[in-house]
């Protein structure tokens, strides 16, 4: 596909279950990030991914959370044990290159009931 | 830490007016300042960016102002049109990870 593709776009679960999101950013870039937009809030950084290079964690809000990336391609964002703050919705984004446009996808929208 | 505070958190113009929302940050390693613009049940997508060798780049209705000694930028949409109502984010980044504001919500009344 042409965009970012993230799955799925909705997903309800029971409070302590686990979920994994996904994302497939386009083909090519090197860069993928994900972020946590809670309802009428901004874009809270998560974890960042460039290239071979470690991962920046250091927006990840728990041990709860965890993401991988194979290579330059498919992302999972997982949450453990979810929580009903942990509703949100979960933008996934991918660049090119440090300092171009980050295309985004549409977001997985979880809620945890 | 919010590394980029946004201002007004909403805000409410007349078709044909002008829609500011204005942006400050702290971190002067920062050197890519977008904004984006995001309409509900959709991501972000990018309406315009700017680099602080320049103080004003103008695409279309809309121009960002860029005061690097300020460190504050801000997002001027001319000839406001319902059809921009949306929410609106200004970021900055070194190149890495980017730094949102909390966005504006903008309505613009017919």
């Known amino acids: 596909g042409a965009g970012v593709s993230q799955s799925p776009s909705n997903k309800v679960t029971e409070k302590g279950k686990d979920v994994e999101l996904r994302c497939d950013p386009i083909?090519?870039?090197?860069?993928l990030y994900w972020y946590r937009q809670r309802l009428g809030q901004g874009l809270e950084f998560l974890i960042y991914f460039q290239g071979n290079s470690a991962p920046d964690k250091s927006g990840l809000p728990s041990d709860r959370f965890s993401a991988e990336r194979t290579g330059e391609s498919v992302s999972t964002l997982t949450i453990q044990r979810t929580q009903q703050e942990d509703s949100a919705v979960y933008l996934c984004?991918?660049?090119?290159?440090?300092?171009?446009?980050?295309?985004f996808g549409q977001g997985t929208r979880l809620t945890v009931v | 830490q919010q590394q980029v505070k946004q201002s007004p958190q909403s805000l409410i113009v007349q078709k044909g007016g002008i829609s500011i929302i204005n942006c400050a940050y702290e971190n002067t390693a920062f050197d890519y300042f977008p904004w984006y613009q995001q309409f509900p049940g959709k991501g972000p997508a990018l309406l315009i960016a700017?680099?602080?060798?320049?103080s004003e780049k103008k695409e279309g209705r809309f121009t960002i102002s860029f005061n690097k000694s300020a460190k504050q930028f801000s997002l001027h949409i001319m000839d406001s049109q319902p059809g921009d109502s949306a929410t609106y984010f200004c970021?900055?980044?070194?190149?890495?990870?980017?730094?949102f504001g909390k966005g504006t919500s903008l309505l613009v009344t017919p």
């Open positions: 700017i680099r602080p060798d320049v």
């Open positions: 970021a900055a980044t070194t190149g890495y990870a980017l730094n």
């Open positions: 083909s090519g870039h090197t860069a």
């Open positions: 984004a991918s660049s090119g290159d440090m300092n171009t446009e980050a295309f």
